[in-house]
């Protein structure tokens, strides 16, 4: 069974600081997937990256993913209060459908 | 509709009280998939149709858990004698196919078992 952990499990930081986050899997992964989850509501997929040693960027937000694919990492540059939220990466290892999510790093920005 | 919509937001169930989740998602959509999330968690798979198939149910806790898609849109998730451990946010997603291009999730049902 594939095990996702992501670091830190929280982070709070003021506006205007730039942070990481990362995921880690037990295998290679297929497909991994970056989501956003805000209080109350489901998760939002932010990126999907597939090929080793790809880098993704989404306006403030980079996602790497590691040559071996078994590593990812999401860097926020100059963090917004509306960047506040749970992050979420998935995978879904040997499965067709089936996504496996890490526990997810809580974010705080502070105004 | 332009998003996956779930009723009702929240639920509040006394122990040994049945419960029905209902799912209506995104028009088109092939897929469907049912996750669990408790508190401090990511999402835990529980079960996956493709129409009005159920292909996998394997992530379903107990057998007091039941889901179903008749018609291969609307789905119901279904809990038997809820008991205290049930208390999670149920998600809902639904994509084209199988979450390829990843998946559409709904805002969830809170359920809380007294």
């Known amino acids: 069974t594939q095990l996702l952990e992501q670091s830190p499990q929280f982070l709070s930081i003021q506006e205007g600081e730039n942070l990481t986050v990362y995921c880690n899997s037990s295998?290679?992964?297929?497909?991994l997937q970056w989501y956003r989850q805000e209080p109350g509501e489901g998760p939002v997929l932010l990126v999907t990256v597939v090929t080793g040693g790809e880098v993704k960027k989404l306006k403030r937000l980079t996602f790497q993913f590691g040559d071996a694919r078994k590593d990812s990492s999401l860097h926020i540059t100059a963090a917004q209060t509306g960047d506040t939220g749970l992050y979420l990466c998935a995978d879904k290892g040997g499965s067709n459908y089936k996504l496996t999510f890490g526990k997810g790093t809580l974010l705080t920005v502070n105004p | 509709g332009a998003g996956v919509s779930q009723s009702p937001r929240y639920k509040v169930a006394k122990r040994g009280q049945d419960v029905a989740l209902r799912c209506d998602p995104i028009?088109?959509?092939?897929?469907l998939f049912w996750y669990q999330q408790a508190l401090g968690q990511g999402p835990e798979f529980l079960t996956y149709f493709q129409n009005e198939a159920q292909l996998d149910k394997s992530g379903l806790p107990s057998d007091r858990f039941f889901a179903e898609r008749p018609e291969g849109s609307v789905s119901t998730l279904k809990i038997q004698r809820t008991q205290q451990e049930d208390s999670a946010v149920y998600l809902c997603a639904s994509s084209q196919r199988d979450g390829v291009y990843g998946y559409t999730f709904g805002s969830g049902t809170r359920l809380t078992v007294v």
């Open positions: 295998s290679v992964f297929s497909s």
């Open positions: 028009s088109g959509h092939v897929s």
